[in-house]
């Protein structure tokens, strides 16, 4: 079975501080995202990467950025984190063009 | 440009029932479509995909689903839902030359007892 992990479950930060979100995957794909997910308005593409060092900006990266240093780690950074980056984030990974498979989620509250 | 619409915010169904969840996508070129279902605080769980050959695709938990290519959609069925299968469905459609995901915006499943 495919494995995606989130680094947390629940995380609280304040205003300005610098955030990190990790996420890894065991079952070598070559491809991993980060959405995030708001009521009343689905899931968003934030950052993916399609190999190491490789990222490109999906729908919402404003206010974010990505490393993919090693091939089962992708993360997401929020510079300075704001109030209205309170949200659930998922990260996904996948073969090629094949199904994404999703971690449990982080939901992120930031006062 | 691709597009999934799911037809309804929420289906309330009593336990037992069949149900079908409605999704329609628009596309130009071949397309990969996915099912998922979340429960609460949680992530999101593959309940079906449909990548090539039968257009009829059985999934986990007792769901399937079918690709209809003239009327561009993929609706979900179960012949006899369980209070368990309470929680939200999303649809999904990649091209085949990427591998990013356009999601519908879930349809909430209520089962009533």
């Known amino acids: 079975d495919v494995k995606v992990t989130q680094s947390s479950r629940y995380l609280v930060k304040r205003t300005g501080e610098k955030v990190f979100l990790e996420c890894v995957q065991d079952?070598?794909?070559?491809?991993m995202f980060w959405y995030r997910q708001d009521p009343g308005l689905g899931l968003r593409l934030i950052y993916f990467s399609y190999d190491v060092k490789m990222k490109e900006k999906g729908d919402i990266p404003e206010g974010y950025s990505v490393s993919r240093e090693k091939k089962e780690r992708f993360s997401l950074i929020l510079e300075s984190a704001s109030t209205n980056q309170t949200s659930m984030y998922l990260c996904?990974?996948?073969?090629?063009?094949?199904?994404?498979?999703f971690g449990p989620g982080t939901r992120l509250l930031v006062l | 440009a691709q597009s999934v619409t799911q037809l309804d915010s929420q289906v309330p169904v009593f336990e037992e029932a069949p149900v079908e969840l409605r999704c329609n996508y628009s596309?130009?070129?071949?397309?990969?479509l996915f099912w998922y279902v979340q429960y609460p605080n949680q992530g999101l769980q593959l309940l079906l995909k449909?990548?090539?050959?039968?257009?009829l695709v059985k999934g986990i938990n007792g769901f399937e689903a079918e690709f209809n290519k003239s009327q561009t959609s993929f609706h979900l069925r179960k012949p006899s839902v369980h209070i368990s299968d309470t929680a939200e469905y999303f649809c999904a459609v990649s091209s085949s030359n990427t591998g990013k995901l356009i999601f519908g915006q879930g349809t909430t499943l209520q089962v009533k007892p």
């Open positions: 449909y990548l090539s050959g039968s257009t």
């Open positions: 996904a990974s996948s073969l090629a063009v094949r199904a994404q498979y």
């Open positions: 079952m070598d794909h070559e491809n």
């Open positions: 596309s130009s070129v071949s397309v990969y």
